[in-house]
């Protein structure tokens, strides 16, 4: 940290300056300098995350506003921002004007699914639960669990169950292929959506022997096999003038072998849905239970479910038959923003998410380090003025809770500025993943952005804290559209769109200087709904895991201090010479107290301003306060 400094002199130059601790309130940070840590985003054992740190005493909400527009964030009371051009994954600030906004069809079905929760259409299965009244029929010939009958529907009732039922087939195929690829079973690319379709009384005579109990099949591997083809050049490179089909069997990448991959990893549906699963020829069959599925000697069977996937399959969702709609008591869903306090409730839901989702043991999720990520902040609460300036909630650090008949599901923490609302974490309960809180609760803050901007006109951005292009399972963020990406050297919003084609090529890029040409056909640079929803929209479960996960930062890293100092720097033509110090209780420009200094340490500490300077800007450093307390 900063070199001492005499004492009498420092006393009499503090005195000197007319600012004293009773100041209206005011940004205070201790300079941590350049951190080293491992990276939770590449994996790497290497202290390969460089970022620059700063521990704040206090942040005024406009400040904070500031420091987002220039890159840095914060994990409870620390304030961290990556040294893009050094770090291993560049990690940009990425934000949305929320008035412009355009779901995507991924993103409708996510709030159809919870209003069918709501309305009692679908219903949380905990293992071992059974969604049939105590009343129910034992005999189940002709009919699966799911409540539709093996035979052709008859009314529009069972249509819109069957309905229900493929929509069901398809979330959980899509774990599947999410769990295929945590494996290494398949490669980590942006897979398309899976379709579970009904197969027609006439088809079903068509094929093998057993298939008059085929109810439903999917193609999702043959769509997986041509997005692979299309995401791996290097397969094209390395076999030019082959036949993909070939390519593809080789690498174990044919929709046959994908079918194959994906029976494996929906061996559990028998035991949730009552069908069961067979690959045939690259098809996804779906089987009524009340007959075996006929075996294929070509299938091979891999089993690896003792991860993630498996966990979640065994907690999905289950559909309710028709003839129960009636009796079903609608559920509430009350969503309430508190400000930033301990909750216990929210504490033991937070421990639970941290040991089932990320797996972290008992003592990673202590309520210290639990307060320090997620209660504490140094945010200065700015209550409401009815003037149309503030929201009415006020602006500073909140919890938002998501309520369901009386339990808490989610928390969403986040911080209101001036310009925008700003997501920093979301934890969840794992029996209610099939809902996909992480994205219903963007699409809930969003539209609160849009509700508020009526009567806080400054507060238009939905800001979703970094973007690392270089990490799959983060680009999700990339699917609420129109998005903006901040430029780490100029601090100009760039159009997604526009950012994308440089990100393909280079880690770190300077964004704002990426130029279209004026001969180019501005019509390259849209991207239907469709090829961004295959792209970004639907990662798999893994990305309401990541949705908002910064990592719990903690100023523990290695520091500056220990790397050569930088040279001297003349501070009457510099910008050191103007940040503002805190000692003692007052407030003085370092110009005028630098004297007061030894020259070793007055170059030192001139070495430190001078960097602090650059990260976060002149404007802030004249403004917030360098604390140099002894």
């Known amino acids: 940290m900063a070199g001492k400094m005499k004492r009498s002199e420092a006393s009499s130059s503090s005195r000197s300056s007319n600012n004293n601790s009773n100041h209206r ?10 951190n080293k840590s491992t990276c939770g985003y590449c994996k790497s054992k290497a202290r390969t995350s460089i970022s620059h740190g700063l521990w704040a005493q206090s942040v005024t909400i406009n400040d904070y506003q500031d420091l987002l527009d220039r890159g840095w964030r914060r994990s409870g009371c620390f304030l961290y921002k990556p040294e893009m051009d050094k770090t291993c994954c560049p990690a940009y600030t990425i934000r949305l004007k929320a008035a412009d906004f355009v779901a ?16 009692g259409a679908l219903e949380c299965k905990r293992p071992g639960e059974s969604t049939e009244g105590p009343n129910a029929s034992k005999d189940t010939r002709g009919q699966t669990p799911l409540g539709v009958s093996s035979s052709a529907p008859n009314n529009s009732g069972e249509k819109d169950g069957e309905e229900k039922i493929m929509n069901y087939l398809s979330d959980q195929v899509d774990k599947a292929i999410c769990s295929c690829s945590e494996r290494g079973e398949l490669p980590d690319i942006q897979s398309p959506k899976a379709s579970v379709k009904k197969v027609l009384q006439a088809k079903r005579k068509l094929l093998a022997e057993g298939s008059e109990d085929l109810l439903y099949s999917s193609n999702i591997a043959f769509q997986l096999a041509a997005a692979i083809r299309r995401c791996l050049p290097e397969y094209k490179e390395s076999h030019k003038g082959r036949q993909s089909g070939h390519i593809a069997e080789e690498n174990g990448l044919s929709p046959k072998l994908i079918a194959e991959k994906l029976e494996s990893s929906l061996n559990q549906l028998g035991n949730t849905s009552g069908l069961s699963v067979k690959a045939c020829n690259g098809h996804l069959n779906f089987y009524s239970a009340t007959k075996p599925a006929p075996s294929h000697g070509s299938a091979q069977i891999v089993s690896n479910s003792n991860r993630s996937a498996s966990r979640s399959e065994s907690k999905g969702c289950s559909l309710k038959n028709n003839s129960e709609y009636t009796q079903v008591k609608r559920q509430r869903l009350e969503i309430r923003l508190k400000r930033s306090s301990f909750d216990s409730e929210e504490y033991a839901l937070y421990r639970r998410y941290q040991m089932m989702v990320h797996n972290d043991t008992p003592d990673h999720v202590a309520e210290g380090s639990y307060r320090r990520f997620l209660v504490d902040t140094p945010l200065i609460y700015i209550p409401p003025t009815n003037d149309g300036t503030v929201p009415p909630c006020g602006f500073g650090s909140f919890h938002q809770q998501y309520v369901i008949d009386g339990k808490l599901v989610a928390v969403g923490v986040i911080d209101i500025l001036p310009k925008c609302l700003s997501s920093k974490y979301l934890f969840w309960d794992p029996d209610f993943a099939f809902l996909s809180l992480g994205k219903y609760s963007a699409l809930q ?3 609160w952005v849009k509700e508020n901007q009526l009567l806080c006109p400054t507060l238009q951005y939905y800001y979703l804290g970094y973007y690392i292009h270089s990490c799959s399972k983060m680009r999700y963020k990339a699917a609420y559209r129109p998005s903006e990406l901040l430029c780490p050297l100029r601090y100009r919003w760039v159009a ?9 090529t280079n880690k770190y890029a300077v964004l704002s200087d990426w130029t279209i040409s004026q001969d180019r056909d501005s019509s390259s640079l849209d991207v239907s709904e469709d090829v961004m929803e295959i792209q970004y929209d639907d990662i798999g479960q893994d990305s309401e895991v990541l949705m908002y996960d910064e990592g719990m930062i903690e100023p523990e890293y290695e520091s500056s201090d220990n790397e050569p100092h930088l040279a001297y720097v003349d501070v009457e033509n510099g910008d050191a010479g103007n940040v503002l110090i805190g000692l003692n209780g007052s407030r003085v420009r370092f110009k005028d107290i630098k004297q007061a200094f030894v020259p070793t340490e007055r170059s030192y500490l001139e070495s430190q301003l001078s960097r602090y300077t650059e990260v976060v800007g002149e404007e802030l450093a004249e403004r917030m306060v360098y604390s140099i307390e002894p």
Do not use: H, W
């Open 104 to 119: 995507s069809k991924e993103q409708l079905r996510v709030t159809r699914r919870m209003q069918r929760f709501l309305g």
């Open 445 to 447: 803050e969003i539209n």
């Open 496 to 504: 997604f769109d526009i950012s994308k084609p440089l990100l393909d």
């Open 25 to 34: 309130a005011e940004t205070v940070v201790v300079d941590y300098g350049k």
